[in-house]
Nanobody, 126 residues
Framework: QVDLVESGGGLVQAGASLRLSCRVSGVPFRSVALGWFRQAPGKEREFVAV????????WYHDSVKGRFTISRDNAKETLNLQMTNLKPEDTALYYC???????????????????WGQGTQVTVSS
C-alpha cells in the first residue's frame, strides 16, 4: 500500500520560510516521480513542483520559481519543499503526490497524479 504523509505546514507572515516534508512508503522511492500540488479555497488544485525519478530533473510553476525548491532525501525516502519569501497568495492546502505520467511541456495537472497525500495547510498572512 502506497502512503504519502505530509508535514511542516503552518501559519507564517509574508516573507517567511517554511519547509514541507512528505514521507513516502510502499513504493521504490528512487523510481517514482513525485511532486507538490496546492489548492486554495474556491480554486482548482494546481501544480507547484515536480521531481523526476531520473537525473535530478525538476519543474516549477512560474509563480514559485526562484522561491521554492523541491528535493529528495533518498535515505529517509522523503520529498521536501523548501519555501522562501512566502506570499499571501501561497496560502493553500499543499498535497504531496505520486505521479503516473509526465507532462511534456512541464505543465502538470492533477490528471498526471496517481496517488495523493492528505494535505498540509500553509497560511501566509500579510
Amino acid at each position: 500500500q502506497v502512503d504519502l504523509v505530509e508535514s511542516g505546514g503552518g501559519l507564517v507572515q509574508a516573507g517567511a520560510s517554511l519547509r514541507l516534508s512528505c514521507r513516502v512508503s510502499g513504493v521504490p522511492f528512487r523510481s517514482v516521480a513525485l511532486g507538490w500540488f496546492r489548492q486554495a479555497p474556491g480554486k482548482e488544485r494546481e501544480f507547484v513542483a515536480v521531481s523526476a525519478h531520473y537525473g535530478g530533473v525538476s519543474w516549477y510553476h512560474d509563480s514559485v520559481k526562484g522561491r521554492f525548491t523541491i528535493s529528495r532525501d533518498n535515505a529517509k525516502e522523503t520529498l521536501n519543499l523548501q519555501m522562501t519569501n512566502l506570499k499571501p497568495e501561497d496560502t493553500a492546502l499543499y498535497y504531496c503526490a505520486k505521479l503516473s505520467t509526465y507532462a511534456e511541456d512541464g505543465n502538470f495537472t492533477p490528471s498526471n497524479v496517481r496517488i495523493w497525500g492528505q494535505g498540509t495547510q500553509v497560511t501566509v498572512s500579510s
